[in-house]
């Protein structure tokens, strides 16, 4: 355990942090699953709201800190990608 005054706040702020990325983390996870379940029942203009809400909680985790930008950029283009090729199959049959 830390001795020092100016130690013993950093591991407060360390618990915090930790817990706050922690949630953060939870909530992009819950929101990408949101997307693929939309996409699952077939509700694509579902599947698009829930995009947009995944890709802000995304790009906002980005700049706290959470992710990195190649990161952040592959989360957001794997959901889209996976949207959009749900919104051509119903065209084409």
Same mark, same amino acid.
């Given at each position: 355990?830390?001795?020092?005054?100016?130690?013993?706040?950093? +591991?407060?702020?360390? *618990?915090v942090? /930790?817990? %706050?990325?922690?949630?953060?983390?939870?909530?992009?996870?819950?929101?990408? #699953?949101?997307?693929?379940d939309?996409?699952?029942?077939?509700?694509?203009?579902?599947?698009?709201e829930?995009l947009? +809400?995944?890709?802000? *909680?995304?790009? /906002?985790? %980005?700049?706290?800190?959470?992710?990195?930008?190649?990161?952040?950029?592959? #989360?957001?283009?794997c959901l889209?990608?996976?949207?959009?090729?749900?919104?051509?199959?119903?065209?084409?049959?």
């Amino acid at each position: 355990m830390a001795n020092i005054k100016s130690a013993k706040k950093a +591991v407060k702020q360390n *618990k915090v942090r /930790r817990l %706050r990325n922690i949630s953060r983390s939870s909530d992009i996870k819950t929101a990408c #699953k949101k997307v693929e379940d939309a996409l699952q029942t077939q509700d694509t203009s579902l599947a698009k709201e829930m995009l947009r +809400v995944a890709e802000s *909680k995304i790009s /906002r985790a %980005r700049g706290k800190g959470l992710f990195k930008k190649n990161t952040a950029s592959r #989360k957001v283009s794997c959901l889209a990608r996976k949207v959009a090729a749900a919104q051509k199959a119903p065209e084409s049959k």
